[in-house]
């Protein structure tokens, strides 16, 4: 399996051997591997100690921190630290005194109090340190062996099964996950994909390289960040290793690179990139590359390279809509194992629209704020975590009161649009609310129907086809729904 190229067999000189270098060094990839908020909840607050021995000790700042990073991000750190120390480290995570809390249900006792403890504090074998100054301390002993994919530097964590397919990105998908079943094999090749930041072009296209490799036990796949080719790159260069540099990249059966934009400007690494990707092109070998902007808009970025991109399939990625934004709030909750109020989860999907990045940074702090809080998940909340990143926050709409407005328009008793009556006005109202709650709500057509007095999915259906018939072909009529429809926006703050 390639192993990944790196100026020196570990990666770092001596030196460097500081708690603060290593850590700092951790940091880069932590930070390229996992989202931005959670980054900054999980990781900012960390300092670094000390570094004795294969000993690392940092500073964390509470009890509760440390336990959800051994549960969320112990691989992610088992694995950059072995790749940047080529060898087996022990953290010792010392949580600040302030925080530390007696609860009887710890594993472990104040280490000030006692010593000597030998609990099995999680499932990765760590047990409990002296330490003098009364923090509470813990060390993770790390399993023998790092993950099985760090040498194509894939982040498991990015799969299919995890990525929710929506309109926005279903062809993008499409494309890879031909790509990842046949690497070299379809006309796909490069497979280039396209798409605002935070909108999942990472998680794709890592996905296809995690999935190749399990579909293809052989294959030698490797991920690289545009920016990461170009530091290794300069120091290959540095050290005089530039073709062992090459002969790395042109040995790979898959090759995925990141944000080619930031290729842009750097003429000599572009150069060697763009014969990289000829030989690999020659020899039937797979590329798939991704960029943040449409190839014809990307700057400093050689004509040569653009131009092969035509040799294959260019996808784009949308941003999500509504119904897509609201099946990622789930699956990403129901991953962590918390239950989140379905209000609660329409409301975070109607106000964070743009980027799927966001999205999970509001539910992370959402949780974050939750626990370190003790509160309730709730709407009150999710508005105060919302406030730092929406400027103007909108409440999701009701069936309720889109019903309401309709028959304020219409003039009719709200009851009457729920109950069985066949009289006309009514009968239009009706159709016209099941329209609108249709458009502008997330309501399945049985909930719909249900909202109605009861009435079946058909009965919807139909309702729906009426007035968009009558929308293509009546004026006065579209005028109508398009000024309820504006009252029901109005109504709640859009
Ligand atoms: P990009 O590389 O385009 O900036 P990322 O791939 O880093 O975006 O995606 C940002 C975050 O959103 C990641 O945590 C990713 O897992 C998540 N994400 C993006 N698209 C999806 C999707 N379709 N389903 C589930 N999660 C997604
Ligand atoms: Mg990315």
Known sequence: MAQPFVENSTGIHNNEKTAEAIWKKCLV???????????????????????????????????????????????????????LLGSHIRLVYSVREEDVYNDQNLVLDDIGADNGLNNSLSQHGSDATPDQNRAKVYVAEFQKKPSPNISTMLNPRYTFDNFIKGDSNQFARAAGLAVANNPGGTSFNPLVVYGGVGLGKTHLIQALGNQALELHKDIRVCYVSSEKFTIEFVDAIQSDRVSDFSAYYRSVDLLIVDDIQFFGGKEKTQDNFFHTFNTLHQLGKQIVLSIDRPPKELRGLDERLISRFQWGLTADIQAPDLETRIAILRKKSADDGIEIPQEVIDFIAVNVTS?????????????????????????????????????????PISIEEIQRIVCEYFNIPDDLIRAKTRKQEVVNARQIAMYLVKEMTNSSLKTIGLHFGGRDHSTVIHSCQSVEEQLKVNQRFRDTVVQIKRKIEMSSGR
């Open 29 to 83: 990839t932590v930070k390229e591997t996992i989202n931005t908020q959670s980054f900054k909840t999980w990781f900012e607050p960390i300092k670094p100690l000390k570094l004795e021995g294969d000993e690392l000790s940092i500073e964390v700042p509470s009890q509760f921190f440390y336990e959800w990073l051994e549960e969320h991000y112990y691989q992610l750190i088992h694995d950059t630290l072995y790749q």
């Open 355 to 395: 980027n799927i990045r966001e999205l999970e940074g509001c539910l992370i702090s959402l949780l974050a704020k939750a626990s370190l809080e003790s509160k309730d998940i709730n709407i009150d909340l999710a508005r105060d975590v919302l406030q730092v990143v929406v400027s103007d926050i909108k409440s």
